[in-house]
């Protein structure tokens, strides 16, 4: 084998490995509704949604999702359609979010058919008044 032939599978071989340890790219996700802009997502399919002040689960949101953070908002129901469209989502936080136990949708986590952890810490729910 010649130089040329070996120093271009030396390029070809550094390139591939840069490739495979590219870190996944962050960009605002396409959410509809008040919501807009609120949250932020990653081409490995992390949506972090956490602390932003969010009333409501954002709609539109990818259904490539594996991940969703909720955390610190002031969430209070959640409904049937709260998760529609979310049947990737592995892993799900609403970690101190002030959950209504009347307003929480017997069906809200029916959609999460691959959900495998739910991080429900700090949350009273609140119920029966």
Request: with cysteine; charged share 5%; aromatic share 4%.
């Amino acid at each position: 084998m010649g130089v040329f032939q070996l120093l271009t599978l030396f390029c070809l071989a550094l390139c591939l490995s840069r490739v495979a340890g590219t870190a996944p790219s962050t960009y605002s996700c396409p959410v509809s509704g008040p919501n807009s802009g609120a949250c932020s997502c990653t081409s490995g399919g992390v949506g972090d949604c956490s602390g932003r002040g969010l009333v409501a689960v954002p709609q539109g949101l990818p259904t490539a999702l594996t991940s969703l953070d909720l955390s610190g908002n002031v969430i209070t129901e959640l409904t049937a359609t709260s998760f529609l469209g979310l049947s990737a989502v592995t892993s799900l936080n609403l970690r101190g979010n002030p959950l209504d136990a009347t307003h929480v949708s017997t069906t809200a986590f029916s959609p999460l058919t691959s959900l495998a952890s739910l991080d429900m810490t700090d949350i009273s729910l609140h119920c029966c008044g």
